[in-house]
């Protein structure tokens, strides 16, 4: 039997949920021993979350419909974090530089981007008008949780933390289900570089097929490969590869393409900019979350961490590997950065365990 007062009410939030837009997000780091433990269970009231957008306002009556349940009490504790002037100031300078329609672009849409625009300027081939003929998959999300793939995420409990988030995202395809309780269970967008797509491409084709597929469906949403040189970029045909047995083995997910690698130049120009610093090489992490910032609201960060050691205890490089940190060089000082964020309540960084009495469910 259907309860139709609980389906309409669930489906009035997914029309709110979905109708929802706004142009927000912050990004920042802490320190371990400064991050406060977000943990605060007050609900928090419509003036707490008072973005001056006035699409805020409308949410605030909507999500006292769902009645507490510990997800939402978890995720008003988080929103409660941000100063959304302070959020808004980064994306002013993030979406000069980035923006999902360029730099998030569906697999579908490869072939007449090449025979449509110029790659490079993203402009149309036949006038110098922006490209118009290709679509992003990416909507813009209230709260997004980026992955760092940090060894400090063992043992963290911060897996419900991160799945009450209405967007993960998550780097080159790592094993979430054996680690769900630290690391979450959802994905929603996995960005891919040149060396792990090359790796995804190759297990397909041999006998580590199943245990590629099998990745490739923990890790639903989207597949982004950033690092796509087009034309004739020999990625193309690894990405091409993963989109087709995606689609034969009805994996719940598409691919998508950066019209040029975010790995570049313009890099420096944005930190710059944003940070007042230079940043040698900005981390695949920095610019993941620079574009991020173009479409998240709040962006907490998990998994960042840069040291061997952590309140005396060694962190291994990765959460799933067991391999140990060598010389890292310029981690410390985007870590740095992301805790300066932190404070000014730009982004949410998470450093340490996540308070495990909320998400009891996992
Ligand atoms: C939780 O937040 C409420 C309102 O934002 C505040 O009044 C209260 O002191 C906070 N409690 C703790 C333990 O921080
Ligand atoms: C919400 O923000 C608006 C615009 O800045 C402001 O005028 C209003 O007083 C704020 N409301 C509350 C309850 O803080
Ligand atoms: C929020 O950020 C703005 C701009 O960075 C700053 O002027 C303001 O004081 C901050 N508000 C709070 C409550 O920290
Ligand atoms: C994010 O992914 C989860 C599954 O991992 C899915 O249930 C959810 O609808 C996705 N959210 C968005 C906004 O796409
Ligand atoms: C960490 O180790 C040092 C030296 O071994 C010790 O002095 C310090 O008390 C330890 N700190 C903690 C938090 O355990
Ligand atoms: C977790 O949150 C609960 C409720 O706010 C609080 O009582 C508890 O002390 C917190 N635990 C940690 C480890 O922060």
């Given at each position: 039997m259907v309860d139709w007062k609980e389906f309409t009410v669930v489906v009035l939030c997914l029309i709110l949920m979905t109708s929802y837009v706004v142009w927000d997000n912050k990004g920042a780091f802490e320190f371990p021993a400064m991050i406060p433990r977000v943990m605060n269970i007050t609900r928090l009231t419509s003036s707490g979350?008072?973005?001056?957008?006035s699409s805020e306002n409308t949410q605030s009556s909507e999500t006292s419909l769902k009645v507490g349940s510990s997800e939402e009490r978890l995720m008003d504790s988080i929103m409660s974090h941000y100063n959304m002037t302070s959020v808004r100031e980064l994306q002013h300078i993030t979406r000069k530089y980035f923006s999902p329609k360029r730099h998030i672009i569906a697999m579908s849409d490869l072939d007449i981007f090449i025979e449509k625009c110029h790659t490079k300027s993203f402009?149309?081939?036949?006038?110098?008008k922006r490209c118009d003929v290709t679509h992003t998959p990416i909507k813009r999300y209230r709260t997004c949780a980026l992955i760092g793939n940090g060894g400090i995420l063992l043992d963290s409990g911060c897996g419900a933390?991160?799945?009450?988030?209405?967007?993960v995202i998550r780097n080159n395809l790592p094993p979430t289900l054996p680690y769900a309780k630290d690391v979450g269970k959802r994905t929603n967008l996995t960005t891919i570089n040149r060396a792990r797509l090359a790796q995804v491409a190759r297990g397909l084709r041999r006998k580590k097929k199943k245990d590629t597929l099998a990745r490739l469906g923990e890790s639903p949403g989207m597949i982004f490969s950033y690092s796509l040189s087009l034309p004739g970029s020999p990625s193309k045909k690894k990405?091409?590869?993963?989109?087709?047995?995606?689609?034969?083995n009805n994996i719940d997910a598409v691919t998508a393409f950066s019209h040029q690698s975010y790995m570049g130049n313009k890099g420096y120009d944005l930190y710059k900019e944003l940070f007042h610093k230079r940043l040698r090489l900005p981390s695949t992490g920095m610019n993941t979350f620079a574009l991020a910032s173009t479409f998240c609201d709040r962006i907490s960060l998990y998994g960042f961490y840069p040291l061997s050691t952590y309140k005396n205890k060694t962190v291994p490089y990765h959460y799933y590997d067991g391999k140990m940190y060598n010389k890292v060089h310029k981690m410390p000082v985007e870590f740095e950065t992301f805790q300066q964020l932190h404070s000014k309540g730009t982004i949410r960084l998470v450093v340490g365990k996540c308070n495990v009495t909320l998400g009891e469910k996992l």
């Open positions: 979350i008072n973005d001056t957008q402009t149309l081939r036949n006038s110098k933390e991160i799945d009450a988030h209405e967007f990405l091409e590869a993963i989109d087709k047995a995606i689609k034969e």
